[in-house]
Nanobody, 119 residues
Framework: QVQLVESGGGLVQAGDSLRLSCAGS????????MGWFRQAPGKEREFVAR????????YYADSVQGRFTSSRDNAKNTVYLQMNSLKPEDTAVYYC????????????WGQGTQVTVSS
């Protein structure tokens, strides 16, 4: 059974940083592209970032480009999202995902972690 478990969310002030983690189990972690998505209240889930199987390639939404960085440690079956210069509009539930597709990693989802940025 595949499990993705996010952690690291919390309440911070605008300009602060947070690092989210997502630990995977039940899958060959290094065989999956990993993604980060978020969903704000009343809005649809949106793409944030993805990272290739090796970690050598990343892609970000325009809204987070230059502020967020994704990395992974395949030895630890963990993917990270470093979030800097947080803004109130970054407030959302953040989900990690895993997928065989290089461009749409949505085969498996975590339960989400809340990030709240106060102004």
């Amino acid at each position: 059974q595949v499990q993705l478990v996010e952690s690291g969310g919390g309440l911070v002030q605008a300009g602060d940083s947070l690092r989210l983690s997502c630990a995977g189990s039940g899958l060959t972690f290094s065989s999956y592209t990993m993604g980060w998505f978020r969903q704000a209240p009343g809005k649809e889930r949106e793409f944030v970032a993805r990272i290739s199987r090796s970690g050598g390639s990343t892609y970000y939404a325009d809204s987070v480009q230059g502020r967020f960085t994704s990395s992974r440690d395949n030895a630890k079956n963990t993917v990270y999202l470093q979030m800097n210069s947080l803004k109130p509009e970054d407030t959302a539930v953040y989900y990690c995902s895993a997928g065989r597709s290089s461009y749409n990693p949505n085969d498996y989802w975590g339960q989400g972690t809340q990030v709240t940025v106060s102004s």
